[in-house]
């Protein structure tokens, strides 16, 4: 019904990028808050709290340090974010997100959803230049 991928690159290895954006401790993207029901693994529910909003939704795929993906069910639709992390050099990764929305109820969700075209390339800015930051400050000094 409805799809969108964005990619960054960032200033860090693929093996980092992975395990820094795996830890919900790094979830962190004001004015959502995300809780997680347990580690980052299949099958943990995940709660995205957001200014009069909260949605549900689940993990229900990981390959360590190559991807993921996270389900949401709203409306009648499903909502897939998969993460993708691959490598570009030593210490340079490329992370892509796919956003795909399908099912029966997707037809009504598609102009609220095109909203995320907008807001997603920043985000993963962010995340982007928070795990290059962390990588620097955990590897400065060390060859």
């Not at 991807?67 to 897939?80: C, D, F, K, Y």
């Not at 985000?123 to 962390?134: D, H, N, P, T, Y």
Request: glycine share 8%.
């Amino acid at each position: 019904m409805w799809e969108f991928e964005h990619t960054v690159e960032c200033e860090a290895p693929r093996g980092f990028a992975w395990k820094y954006w795996t830890n919900p401790a790094n979830w962190d993207d004001p004015p959502a808050r995300f809780e997680f029901a347990g580690p980052f693994a299949v099958g943990t529910r995940l709660t995205t709290i957001l200014p009069g909003q909260t949605f549900e939704s689940v993990i229900r795929e990981v390959v360590p340090g190559r991807s993921a993906l996270i389900e949401m069910s709203v409306g009648g639709a499903t909502v897939r974010f998969r993460w993708s992390f691959s490598e570009l050099a030593a210490r340079r990764a490329k992370i892509t997100q796919k956003i795909t929305l399908s099912g029966e109820g997707a037809a009504e969700l598609v102009e609220p959803a095109k909203g995320l075209e907008l807001t997603v390339p920043d985000g993963m800015k962010r995340i982007a230049e928070r795990i290059a930051r962390s990588w620097t400050e955990t590897h400065s000094g060390k060859s």
